[in-house]
């Protein structure tokens, strides 16, 4: 994650492009970055009957994204517009310059592939709010946090941050297949005591953390599932953004992404550490 030079907004339907572009209209101002916009008709999202009519014409819609933009203060601004194919042109797109923030309204299902493979980080929008008052953070590694922080502050300097890790241990098979327990039993008190040892040495290390960058945190091991405690802390905690800082793609907090951006009711920053 490095600076932001610039903002690609991603729209699929205009239900929320005056919002969408308004908020990257105002974030490029602060970041002093440059705005392009890439519209893109789904065949499959158009097969409903409200995508009919204006939508349909694509040349309509770009007039009418170049007004709005002009409207929020976006002068020259490049608009693209295109059938099918959303998230193989948006990573072409994004690719060609490697400082780049997607912006888009949430979409089921489009939104969480786009999220996936976008090669940037993504900023999905449900509420657009001009500005964000508290963040709640949730992170994979301790240890590779500190850029998403840096670049959150960078996108957002006002606003409180509030880390949140949320650990589930999984517990190994109660016997190996491949083992005869009459040869060597199984002791699964020995799991229960390295996993005690290693969910505090985690929460340590997470404690470490907030201390260092100056934030409150929360390490927890959820009795629910990862998106469900999220959606729920986010609640309880009156936050307006959430950021979900991903290791890779193998991860329980990113295997939870397409469920934690349909239960999340907030704008949700998406970063991945690569």
Known sequence: ???VGRILVVLNECGMCDEVIKKSAELAKHLKAGVTIL??????????PIYHGEQSD??????????????????????????NDTID?????AERENDTLIITAYTP???YKLCKK??????????AKTAYAKAVVSIDSVAETKRCLTFVRELFPRTALHLYQDYQYFSQPIADPFVDPMIEPYDMSMDLI???EMIQARK?????????????????????TIDQNIAAFVSDKGADLLVVDLLDGATLLAMALEDILEKTTVDTLVCREQ
């Open 89 to 93: 042109r948006v990573s072409l797109e």
């Open 204 to 224: 340590e290390a997470f404690y470490k953390l907030c201390e260092e960058e100056g934030v409150e945190g929360t390490f927890l091991m959820g009795e629910k």
């Open 1 to 3: 994650m490095q600076k």
């Open 58 to 83: 694509l040349e309509s819609v770009r007039k009418k994204l170049k007004s709005i933009a002009k409207e929020a203060g976006l002068e020259n601004v490049a608009v693209f517009v295109y059938e």
């Open 118 to 127: 976008a090669p940037a980080p993504v900023l999905v929008l449900k509420k």
């Open 194 to 196: 390295e996993n005690n």
């Open 109 to 111: 299902k489009l939104s």
């Open 39 to 48: 519209y893109v008709r789904e065949e499959a999202l158009f097969e409903l």
